[in-house]
């Protein structure tokens, strides 16, 4: 069964400093994962996704993520934090198989920026 | 601005109530989905249309009735809902039921039951 795991539910940075979501996903079959971020009062805007064509992902506002298979990782990284980044973010996999197109999500990591 | 509309974005109703939630799109996807979200938890997956038939109902109570008019609506009706169906409700549509192809999620309605 594949699963998706964040570590950390909350994590906060200084405005300026790196920001490093986790996620580690289990999958028998290569993966498909993505990483969704959440304002509050919003619903879920895709950040970035990853579909075997690169391991190293950009997405949109600043932030880019790595798949690593030996670590079974994806996780998330944006170089400097911004005030605006302040908001949830669920990493998900989904799996061939059939059709199936579901997504499984992490728990989420809270992420705060202090100024 | 997203591109799933949802309305409306919150609705207060009591457990006797009929009401219906409303999804659009017009990016001409053909997968269409219902989540169910409570405080602090990720979304949950309720219902699944893939060119307008239903493909996946996870075991959701039958107080909820989805319908799918057309490929680019999804309603939800909701009748004798209970206090624990409060939650945020969101809509995801994607260009095919595939699992490389990412869900676009609407803002969703936040439902409130008496």
């Known amino acids: 069964a594949q699963s998706v795991t964040q570590l950390g539910s909350h994590v906060s940075v200084s405005e300026g400093a790196l920001v490093l979501l986790r996620c580690n996903y289990s999958s028998s079959v290569p993966p498909y994962l993505f990483w969704y971020v959440q304002y509050p009062n919003q619903g879920l805007q895709l950040l970035l996704k990853y579909t075997s064509a690169a391991t190293l992902v950009k997405g949109i506002n600043g932030f880019e993520a790595e798949f690593k298979k030996s670590e079974t990782s994806f996780h998330l990284t944006k170089p400097s934090a911004h005030m605006s980044d302040a908001a949830e973010y669920f990493c998900?996999?989904?799996?061939?198989?059939?059709?199936?197109?579901?997504?499984?999500f992490g728990k989420g990591t809270k992420l705060s920026v202090k100024p | 601005d997203t591109e799933v509309t949802q309305t409306p974005k919150h609705l207060v109703m009591g457990m006797t109530n009929k009401k219906s939630l409303k999804c659009e799109q017009h990016?001409?996807?053909?997968?269409m989905y219902w989540y169910k979200q409570k405080a602090k938890k990720p979304p949950e997956l309720m219902f699944v249309?893939?060119?307008?038939?239903?493909?996946i109902n996870e075991s959701v109570p039958s107080r909820f009735s989805p319908e799918c008019p057309n490929s680019s609506l999804l309603n939800l009706h909701l009748h004798a809902l209970q206090p624990e169906d409060s939650a945020l409700y969101l809509c995801a549509s994607s260009q095919g039921y595939r699992t490389e192809q990412p869900q676009h999620f609407g803002d969703g309605t936040r439902l409130s039951i008496l």
């Open positions: 998900a996999v989904s799996v061939n198989g059939g059709s199936q197109g579901n997504l499984i």
């Open positions: 249309y893939s060119y307008e038939k239903l493909s």
């Open positions: 990016m001409g996807h053909r997968a």
